[in-house]
């Protein structure tokens, strides 16, 4: 398993937030849903969009692509919707010390 | 003789009409987000709909019109959202029986020929007047199998699980800049589910058109096909001519399972100053079958690409389209395929006729996926333009990453040829017929495919056209 490596600091994250971070230089995208972490690759698999710009359901834990909105599971990465057609990446998160922690998922 | 000197224009009045208008209620001018909600409080609808259109709603204002770019159009730039009804309601209620309905409704489609059609062999009708629709009715045996057929509005209230399981995962709000118009302000259009193993042999049908001035129409569809059943779906629209733009603007969203079989009809003759900008998408499982049947005729600008993502192995998508463009009109048409499974096939075969100085655009897109290897697709576009004034179009987008792929696309564009004239006046067929023979012709390959009755309707729309186009 790859390691941990600090992308955030747990400030820059605050309930009802998200943000793009780098890991290994792979585009992350890091989401705060009711005070929990979730972490995705962060471009959408249909068209080009960066996946922390779009509309996040905390119901469902679910983010929409801003611009086709292909939607994705905040939880496992999965595609939930056309018309992306293969889903991103999962990262592992921890929190350490206020830092924010990720790794890419077995 | 030539064929430039035919004046071939589409006289809506002879098959065109208006009834008196008639509405429960007509909400103003103009797109807000009250509107929205009063629309919804309306019709009764659960908490997450609404959401789901206030959030349609702000998509919709933060989208551009799409007016350049690959699938962009600037005549989108006349539309004016301003000036359009963007609910309208015909009756109180959807009715199950023919008596129930309207005496003024009945009379439109009695001109629509419905009730004929009812009585020789129709099954299911769901006929949408305005926004709403006012008349269902399906066989006993179906609903003993548990088809349901019914307009989307009440399947939301009776059937909330299935709907929200599926509604919006085939075309998001954020689809387009129309998805999410069509979201925001959904009213009527039909709900189909049919279950596992299920052959619905005898057509669905759904007729329906629009009757008042500057209203906006904006039926949603979803239809199921559970695994390893099958069903025909059919439509069609006549509009009669208004003085104003118009839009129309439909979401059609489909999933067919696993071994299910489904194929959607449509004739659509829009008068020609209404905007017709659709978006229809299906997804097809393993196995699976999915077929567009699409006639489009008439309207100022069409836009509207039918597309079949194909997500399993062995899954087969086609579409099969004809468009007519007259004096005015933009038919943009075309199809959109896109394989990501093994062994996937498709066929888009797309004919178009231009006169008057109407232009045809066939726009499409093919798209492989890596992994879907052996996949087999198929892309052929004729054009037929029958003066020197008018165009067409064909701009197809083809992006394969996959290497075991076959694929093959044909396109042709000519005008009617004056020895194909001749040979036929010299058969004693007058010059006017004589054309009407050759378009009917080209478009054969789409009209054998329609049942009778749609057939012999589509015929009779373009001989209409043809007449007075010669002398």
């Not at chain 1, 983010?63 to 909105?69: A, E, I, K, N």
């Not at chain 2, 009109?329 to 797309?350: E, W």
């Not at chain 2, 290897?373 to 064909?394: F, P, Q, R, Y």
Request: proline share 4%; with cysteine.
């Amino acid at each position: 398993m790859s390691a941990f490596k600090v992308v955030a600091a747990l400030a820059d994250l605050p309930t009802g937030a998200t943000k793009a971070v780098e890991y290994d230089g792979a585009a992350v995208g890091l989401f705060n849903v009711r005070g929990t972490i979730y972490a995705i690759g962060n471009i959408c698999t249909h068209s080009y969009a960066e996946l922390h710009d779009g509309y996040v359901d905390d119901d469902d834990c679910t983010v929409d692509c801003p611009l086709h909105g292909a939607r994705f599971s905040l939880k496992d990465g999965g595609h939930m919707t056309l018309p992306a057609v293969a889903g991103v990446k999962r990262y592992e998160v921890q929190v350490v010390d206020d830092q924010i922690l990720i790794a890419p998922a077995a | 003789m030539t064929v430039e000197a035919n004046d071939l224009s589409f006289d809506y009045s002879k098959y065109g009409f208006r009834q008196e208008e008639n509405y429960v209620f007509k909400s103003g001018k103009g797109l807000n987000e009250e509107v929205v909600r009063e629309l919804s409080a309306m019709k009764g609808e659960p908490e997450w709909m609404l959401k789901r259109r206030l959030q349609a709603l702000a998509i919709f204002y933060n989208k551009p019109t799409p007016v350049d770019g690959a699938w962009g159009n600037p005549d989108l730039l006349d539309l004016n959202y301003d000036d359009i009804h963007y609910f309208v309601r015909a009756g109180d209620k959807p009715a199950t029986d023919w008596d129930a309905v309207p005496e003024e409704i009945k009379n439109t489609f009695e001109r629509l020929g419905i009730p004929e059609a009812e009585r020789k062999f129709l099954a299911g009708v769901g006929a949408q007047y305005e926004s709403e629709v006012v008349y269902h009715s399906l066989r006993e045996e179906w609903s003993k199998l548990g088809v349901i057929f019914l307009d989307t509005d009440t399947a939301l209230k009776e059937h909330p699980e299935i709907f929200k399981q599926y509604f919006g995962t085939v075309i998001p709000s954020a689809d387009n800049k129309y998805a999410a118009l069509n979201t925001a302000v959904w009213s009527g259009g039909s709900f189909v589910y049919v279950p596992k193993g299920v052959h619905v042999d005898i057509p669905l049908q759904a007729y329906f058109r629009i009757n008042a001035e500057n209203m906006g129409q904006f039926e949603r569809t979803l239809i199921i096909i559970d695994e390893g059943a099958s069903a025909h779906y059919i439509e069609g629209c006549t509009a009669p001519v208004y003085s104003t733009n118009s839009l129309h603007s439909a979401v059609v969203e489909i999933v067919v399972k696993k071994g299910g079989k489904f194929r959607y009809t449509t004739i659509q003759n829009w008068a020609n100053n209404i905007f017709n900008l659709v978006t229809k998408r299906a997804v097809a499982y393993e196995d699976a079958s999915m077929e567009w049947v699409d006639g489009n005729i008439g309207s100022r600008l069409t836009m509207k690409y039918p597309s079949v993502y194909l997500m399993g192995r062995g899954a087969r998508g086609e579409v099969l389209s004809v468009a007519y463009a007259g004096k005015g009109q933009h038919q943009d048409a075309g199809a959109k395929m896109v394989h990501n499974a093994p062994d996937t096939t498709s066929v888009i075969t797309n004919k178009s006729v231009s006169k008057g100085g109407g232009k045809t655009t066939y726009r499409g897109l093919v798209k492989v996926h890596p992994g879907a290897s052996g996949a087999k697709i198929n892309v052929n576009c004729d054009a037929l333009i029958l003066d020197e004034k008018s165009k067409s179009d064909t701009i197809p987008y083809i992006e394969v990453e996959e290497e075991k792929v076959t694929l093959a696309h044909e396109a042709t564009v000519g005008r009617i040829g004056e020895e194909q004239l001749f040979y036929l006046m010299s058969r004693g067929i007058p010059e006017a017929e004589a054309l009407s023979m050759i378009v009917l012709g080209f478009m054969e390959p789409f009209t054998r495919e329609l049942p009778m009755e749609y057939a012999v309707e589509l015929n009779r729309l373009i001989q209409l056209e043809m007449e007075g186009s010669v002398g």
